[in-house]
């Protein structure tokens, strides 16, 4: 007698569940409920590191929980101890943004964790718009030593976070403008200056636009990204298209009052993978022409 056909057969049905495709709707809820799972998880290992005297709290003679207890950070983060309970316990199938700002604050998280909080449960954070105009001093650096090209280190939302000496020379120097102004969207929606001498203006708007539309998926509920669609009539208008674009380099022409028409191409370096991401954006001339009004256009600074 063989048990040589049932294995097979088991074998089989086995190969044959993991063959079946899994339907969107499975995996949309299989996706959430691991999500619930690892916010639970994080939150327990960020509570039982943080001991009552940091945050202000009697240790008390009687306690044996690591850290805080589940009472305490509802008291913290004024919120009910019942729902802290349950998102520790994975069974919340929404947590707001109001109550993930206040569990972090509760908790002492840094920027690091606080984004890994956010991105766990699945909900933009608020207050991210204000850590991505702070360009680090080696990006600055890398964006100086790409002279006598311009170059300009962006955010996501085409914020001007830092520009070199030739992209002033060319563009104008966005330090004269005020903070709210220094963003590319903006410029070409509302500077004369800007949409006078870019020649591609209006192709450059709503490319632009198209990109910040893909770019923002990730940042519907933020209030920085929701202002520029409040720049101009135009710039609504292209905005109602709904149309996407991806990242690609291209040339564009620019008539400069000085040293007249220059052709650049527009070339993206991302610095980092994940928020906050900036990139170096380099203009290279694109003929022989453009780069020697490049170098014309810099000679007034040469000693």
Same mark, same amino acid.
């Given at each position: 007698?063989?048990?040589?056909?049932?294995?097979?057969?088991?074998?089989?049905?086995?190969?044959?569940?993991?063959?079946?495709?899994?339907?969107?709707?499975?995996?949309?809820?299989?996706? =959430?409920? /691991?999500?619930?799972?690892?916010?639970?998880?994080?939150?327990?290992?960020?509570?039982?590191? /943080?001991?009552?005297?940091?945050?202000?709290?009697?240790?008390?003679?009687?306690?044996?929980?690591?850290?805080?207890?589940?009472?305490?950070?509802?008291?913290?983060?004024?919120?009910?101890?019942?729902?802290?309970?349950? /998102?520790?316990?994975?069974? $919340?199938?929404?947590?707001?943004?109001?109550?993930?700002?206040?569990?972090?604050? !509760?908790?002492?998280?840094?920027?690091?964790?606080?984004?890994?909080?956010?991105?766990? $449960?699945?909900?933009?954070?608020?207050?991210?718009?204000?850590?991505?105009?702070?360009?680090?001093?080696?990006a600055i650096k890398i964006v100086e030593r790409l002279a006598p090209y311009p170059a300009s280190l962006q955010n996501a939302r085409y914020d001007l976070l830092a520009v070199n000496r030739p992209f002033a020379q060319l563009f104008g120097d966005p330090a004269?403008?005020?903070? !709210?102004?220094?963003?590319? =969207?903006?410029?070409?929606?509302?500077?004369?200056?800007?949409?006078?001498?870019?020649?591609?203006?209006?192709?450059? =708007?709503?490319?632009? /636009?198209?990109?910040?539309?893909?770019?923002?998926?990730?940042?519907?509920?933020?209030?920085?990204?929701?202002?520029?669609?409040?720049?101009?009539?135009?710039?609504?208008?292209?905005?109602?298209?709904?149309?996407?674009?991806?990242?690609?380099?291209?040339?564009?022409?620019?008539?400069?009052?000085?040293?007249?028409l220059v052709r650049l191409e527009h070339r993206n370096m991302w610095l980092a993978p994940h928020a906050p991401a900036q990139r170096v954006v380099a203009y290279v001339p694109a003929d022989e022409e453009s780069e020697e009004r490049l170098e014309r256009l810099?000679?007034?600074?040469?000693?």
């Open positions: 007698m063989t048990t040589a056909a049932p294995d097979r057969q088991t074998e089989q049905t086995r190969q044959g569940r993991e063959g079946q495709r899994e339907a969107p709707g499975e995996s949309r809820s299989r996706e =959430l409920r /691991i999500r619930r799972r690892e916010l639970a998880a994080f939150l327990r290992s960020r509570r039982e590191r /943080i001991t009552p005297e940091q945050v202000g709290l009697p240790r008390g003679p009687r306690r044996r929980t690591p850290g805080l207890r589940r009472e305490e950070v509802a008291q913290l983060s004024a919120v009910g101890v019942t729902w802290y309970t349950w /998102i520790e316990q994975a069974r $919340a199938t929404h947590v707001s943004a109001q109550v993930l700002d206040a569990m972090a604050r !509760a908790l002492l998280m840094d920027r690091a964790e606080r984004a890994h909080l956010f991105a766990l $449960a699945g909900t933009a954070d608020p207050r991210s718009e204000a850590e991505c105009t702070v360009a680090a001093k080696s004269e403008l005020p903070p !709210a102004d220094r963003n590319c =969207l903006w410029l070409l929606t509302a500077s004369e200056r800007w949409k006078r001498d870019f020649l591609d203006r209006d192709e450059m =708007l709503r490319d632009l /636009i198209a990109k910040y539309r893909a770019a923002m998926a990730e940042h519907v509920a933020e209030p920085a990204w929701q202002r520029l669609l409040r720049a101009s009539r135009e710039f609504r208008e292209l905005w109602d298209r709904h149309e996407v674009a991806p990242m690609s380099p291209h040339v564009k022409r620019y008539r400069h009052p000085r040293v007249g810099a000679e007034p600074s040469r000693v």
